[in-house]
C-alpha cells in the first residue's frame, strides 16, 4: 500500500505550508531587536484606555497598588457579546470597566485593579456570548485604620461578605434567566467561592 507511507509526508506538507501563510513566518520579514523593544515597551491600547477612564479620585489600573492600599471590595460584571469577533469583546471589556469604575467611585474606592494576567484585551473570561470581568477595589490607609486611627476590625469583613452574596446572586440571576446553563452556574459558583476562600 502506496498511499499509508505517503501520509506523514503529506501532512508535514500541509503543516508547513499553513506555517508559511502566520503573519511574520515565511514572509522574509524579521522584526530588528530594536523594533522588538519599542514595541514591548509602547503602551499598548489597552493601557491607554485604563489611564483614559481613571479620574482624579479614582485610580484605574491593570497593575496591583502599594502597599499603601487595602482591599475594601471586589466587583464582578458580564456583557453580553459574541467572543469570535475582537471588536465586539473589546468593546464589551470597555463596558465593564467603566462599570467596574462607577461602582468603585461610588463605595470610594481611591483605586481599581482590573483583575487578571496580560493585556487588559485578553483579561475576562468570554464563553460564546458571555464575557465575565472582575475589578478589586481599594482603599488609601493601610492596616484598616479609620480616619480617627483606631483599627476597624469589621473594615475587611462586611465588604467581602456583601460582594460575596452578591456575585453568587448574579450568578443565580443568570441561570434563572437563561444565560448560563446549569454546569456553568456550577463552574463559576465554584470559581466565586475558591476566590474569597
Known sequence: MVFPKSLPILAACLSLGACSMLPGIGDGESASPAEAEAEASAPSAGDEFVSSVSTPELTVSTQAPGNEFRQVDQFTRYARVNCNISSQRAAGLETIVRKLRDEAAAGNADYLRIVGAGPLYNRGICDEYQLQLSGTAYQRGAGGQTGSGQVDSSA????????????????????DRGLINQNEYEQLRERVLDEAY
Do not use: V, Y
Request: glycine letters at 10%.
Open 156 to 175: 475587611g469583613t462586611a465588604p467581602a461578605t456583601d460582594s460575596l452574596a452578591g456575585r453568587l446572586e448574579e450568578l443565580e440571576a443568570l441561570r
